[in-house]
């Protein structure tokens, strides 16, 4: 398969960001940096296919952390620059430009990948080549990379209380659950903790309908229609949704299509946010909820930056934040610091220097990464609003450890979480 030349963002702002003033006619006034080469950070998410509806914010969201760090001087008294490409969707894709961010642009981290299936892809190449993976989507667990940092939720961070609240009075007493999802790792392995986990509460597997659906699935009539029937056997019935992508849009429309509202059916989202609503009409959707780490309409003095920092870097009021954004947020706060620790970006020290780091995220929380690799983060359960935004309706009151070896996974009975 051929490849594309990795290449920095183009544009004005991402030019300069990356330190490239002089490729376009740059103002007069510029940053000082020392004379040491510029430290590179590469962008690996799709910004085509059917994941570019959730992963082209997350690119953004990079090349703002580019230029917010190089407006405080840089690293390490050097410039930072990002070489970005597109896997587009393809998951053997994403390995082959893993490899060329780090052999060919040699970059000293790279920020990317939001399915299971394109981290599992890229994982042997980050493995083989000593490289860095910074991965800010929720995810099932059941891994641990010394080559990955994992800034997203593990499944006792959003799946497992999402489930809880849905089966409590507040979340309307469920006895049955209805488990949608793409048809990829993370879906089915999450839903195999979750029978599990339903199972050790009294749900028996006739209880669990559990449905998948290509990526990109666009004909939700007959499954949303199994899923009325299914709710109308005379148990309280709720929708767990793992669906990733753009098949979010036509199964949100469907759900209003058949009249199924939150008071009847609630559904849960794992892979909903606010950008993923800002392409659909959320009136129907009023009630529905989603289980996340941060919602954009958090109430707290970092999030406050964070708005401001994104409205002031993408000069669009109608773009929105959202909980991987965030994530990657967090995780290049996390690196950066961890570079100005280890005074170096070589991968080994700055591996170290990562654990312990620490920062107040705009969830309102202040998150930790552990020696797993994964940080201890708040979970948050959210109300759909009319205007794609989100009402939190139930929260932890501090941030917990991630358990990204589940105990509702026999085979991990005799190995060692946190």
């Given at each position: 398969?051929?490849?594309?030349?990795?290449?920095?963002?183009?544009?004005?702002?991402?030019?300069?960001?990356?330190?490239?003033?002089?490729?376009?006619?740059?103002?007069?006034?510029?940053?000082?940096?020392?004379?040491?080469?510029?430290?590179?950070?590469?962008?690996?998410?799709?910004?085509?296919?059917?994941?570019?509806?959730?992963?082209?914010?997350?690119?953004?969201?990079?090349?703002?952390?580019?230029?917010?760090?190089?407006?405080?001087?840089?690293?390490?008294?050097?410039?930072?620059?990002?070489?970005?490409?597109?896997?587009?969707?393809?998951?053997?894709?994403?390995?082959?430009?893993?490899?060329?961010?780090?052999?060919?642009?040699?970059?000293?981290?790279?920020?990317?990948?939001?399915?299971?299936?394109?981290?599992?892809?890229?994982?042997?190449?980050?493995?083989?080549?000593?490289?860095?993976?910074?991965?800010?989507?929720?995810?099932?667990?059941?891994?641990?990379?010394?080559?990955?940092?994992?800034?997203?939720?593990?499944?006792?961070?959003?799946?497992?209380?999402?489930?809880?609240?849905?089966?409590?009075?507040?979340?309307?007493?469920?006895?049955?659950?209805?488990?949608?999802?793409?048809?990829?790792?993370y879906p089915r392995t999450t839903n195999r903790i979750l029978r599990a986990f339903l199972n050790s509460k009294g749900i028996a597997d006739a209880d669990i309908l559990e449905e998948y659906t290509p990526f990109g699935h666009s004909d939700w009539q007959?499954?949303?229609?199994?899923?009325?029937?299914?709710?109308?056997?005379?148990?309280?019935?709720?929708?767990?949704?793992?669906?990733?992508?753009?098949?979010?849009?036509?199964?949100?429309?469907?759900?209003?299509?058949?009249?199924?509202?939150?008071?009847?059916?609630?559904?849960?989202?794992?892979?909903?946010?606010?950008?993923?609503?800002?392409?659909?009409?959320?009136?129907?959707?009023?009630?529905?909820?989603?289980?996340?780490?941060?919602?954009?309409?958090?109430?707290?003095?970092?999030?406050?930056?964070?708005?401001?920092?994104?409205?002031?870097?993408?000069?669009?009021?109608?773009?929105?934040?959202?909980?991987?954004?965030?994530?990657?947020?967090?995780?290049?706060?996390?690196?950066?610091?961890?570079?100005?620790?280890?005074?170096?970006?070589?991968?080994?020290?700055?591996?170290?220097?990562?654990?312990?780091?620490?920062?107040?995220?705009?969830?309102?929380?202040?998150?930790?990464?552990?020696?797993?690799?994964?940080?201890?983060?708040?979970?948050?359960?959210?109300?759909?609003?009319?205007?794609?935004?989100?009402?939190?309706?139930?929260?932890?009151?501090?941030?917990?450890?991630?358990?990204?070896?589940?105990?509702?996974?026999?085979?991990?009975?005799?190995?060692?979480?946190?």
């Amino acid at each position: 398969m051929p490849t594309t030349a990795v290449r920095p963002a183009v544009t004005r702002r991402a030019a300069l960001a990356a330190g490239l003033g002089s490729v376009l006619a740059a103002p007069a006034i510029r940053l000082s940096f020392g004379q040491g080469a510029p430290i590179r950070v590469g962008v690996l998410h799709s910004l085509s296919g059917t994941m570019a509806i959730s992963e082209t914010a997350l690119r953004d969201t990079v090349l703002m952390m580019v230029e917010w760090i190089n407006a405080r001087g840089g690293l390490l008294g050097r410039r930072v620059e990002a070489a970005v490409v597109d896997p587009a969707s393809n998951w053997p894709l994403f390995a082959e430009k893993a490899r060329e961010l780090l052999q060919v642009a040699k970059v000293d981290a790279v920020f990317g990948c939001w399915t299971s299936v394109s981290r599992k892809s890229v994982l042997p190449v980050f493995e083989e080549l000593n490289g860095l993976l910074f991965y800010p989507v929720q995810y099932e667990g059941e891994e641990q990379s010394r080559n990955v940092f994992y800034t997203g939720a593990a499944p006792n961070q959003q799946a497992i209380p999402a489930v809880e609240y849905l089966m409590g009075p507040d979340g309307g007493d469920a006895k049955r659950i209805a488990l949608l999802g793409t048809d990829y790792v993370y879906p089915r392995t999450t839903n195999r903790i979750l029978r599990a986990f339903l199972n050790s509460k009294g749900i028996a597997d006739a209880d669990i309908l559990e449905e998948y659906t290509p990526f990109g699935h666009s004909d939700w009539q007959g499954i949303v229609s199994r899923v009325k029937r299914f709710a109308g056997e005379g148990k309280r019935t709720a929708i767990v949704s793992t669906i990733n992508g753009d098949a979010n849009v036509p199964f949100y429309r469907e759900l209003g299509n058949q009249g199924i509202k939150a008071e009847d059916i609630p559904s849960v989202a794992f892979s909903v946010g606010e950008e993923e609503l800002a392409g659909i009409d959320a009136k129907p959707l009023v009630g529905h909820l989603a289980a996340w780490n941060y919602f954009m309409s958090v109430q707290a003095p970092a999030n406050t930056e964070f708005k401001q920092m994104w409205s002031n870097y993408i000069k669009n009021p109608r773009r929105v934040t959202n909980d991987p954004m965030e994530a990657t947020y967090t995780g290049f706060r996390m690196w950066a610091q961890a570079v100005a620790k280890a005074g170096t970006t070589a991968v080994d020290p700055v591996r170290e220097a990562m654990y312990g780091q620490k920062v107040d995220a705009p969830c309102g929380y202040a998150e930790e990464m552990h020696r797993n690799h994964h940080l201890s983060k708040p979970v948050m359960i959210g109300e759909i609003q009319a205007d794609g935004q989100f009402n939190t309706v139930w929260k932890t009151p501090a941030a917990i450890p991630a358990e990204n070896w589940s105990p509702f996974i026999p085979e991990n009975a005799n190995r060692r979480r946190g």
